[in-house]
T-cell receptor
Framework: GAVVSQHPSRVICKSGTSVKIECRSL??????MFWYRQFPKQSLMLMATSNEGSKATYEQGVEKDKFLINHASLTLSTLTVTSAHPEDSSFYICSASEGLAGGTDTQYFGPGTRLTVL | GQNIDQPTEMTATEGAIVQINCTYQ??????LFWYQQHAGEAPTFLSYNVLDGLEEKGRFSSFLSRSKGYSYLLLKELQMKDSASYLC??????????FGTGTRLKVLA
């Protein structure tokens, strides 16, 4: 149980284009989903937290107009990187938990999406 | 503030036992997780401790001492596939994870 999928697993795009990454909880309802990015040999950096049906909460320094997050249902959240640039190249990982913000619930991570912007 | 310390790298031999230590300072502690992350993959859940003591799960055990701000992950009967990064993760008074930088474990034949 507690499987989270991400699509696509890898994407290469040209500078200036937008890329959408999907995160799905396959066998549970994810009240809260998280989006992280990770640079090589570094730890995960939280970008934003989203609850189904409400606006995402972005971490300090993360541009919400550049990284659009939608959590339309209890099993799906999307991250759209708009007008991507080479510095946006990274490993993007989503996670999902069943709990509401304010509680402590195990986060289950998706397999990640490697984005390369040329 | 929030701070988590764990060794950057460790090396051990196949079949051996290894202990990865983690010390933390967080406000409003709400539990401590250990995750395993293979290179290029997402983290996978190993354990969660919220009370003091040892939690055993197969070859992996995790220990927590809240008064000391200390945890360790114990891996027994090491296998080559255990070569990975091990992330010590705490939670504060909110739902957010606070990640350590991870310990890269190399298992040698």
């Amino acid at each position: 149980g507690a499987v989270v999928s991400q699509h696509p697993s890898r994407v290469i795009c040209k500078s200036g284009t937008s890329v959408k990454i999907e995160c799905r909880s396959l066998d549970f309802q994810a009240t809260t989903m998280f989006w992280y990015r990770q640079f090589p040999k570094q730890s995960l950096m939280l970008m934003a937290t989203s609850n189904e049906g409400s606006k995402a909460t972005y971490e300090q320094g993360v541009e919400k107009d550049k990284f659009l997050i939608n959590h339309a249902s209890l099993t799906l959240s999307t991250l759209t990187v708009t007008s991507a640039h080479p510095e946006d190249s990274s490993f993007y990982i989503c996670s999902a938990s069943e709990g509401l913000a304010g509680g402590t619930d195990t986060q289950y991570f998706g397999p990640g999406t490697r984005l390369t912007v040329l | 503030g929030q701070n988590i310390d764990q060794p950057t790298e460790m090396t051990a031999t196949e079949g051996a036992i290894v202990q990865i230590n983690c010390t933390y300072q967080t406000s409003g502690f709400n539990g401590l997780f250990w995750y395993q992350q293979h290179a290029g993959e997402a983290p996978t859940f190993l354990s969660y401790n919220v009370l003091d003591g040892l939690e055993e799960k197969g070859r992996f055990s995790s220990f927590l001492s809240r008064s000391k701000g200390y945890s360790y992950l114990l891996l027994k009967e090491l296998q080559m596939k255990d070569s990975a990064s091990y992330l010590c993760v705490t939670t504060s008074g909110t739902y957010k994870y606070i990640f350590g930088t991870g310990t890269r474990l190399k298992v040698l034949a």
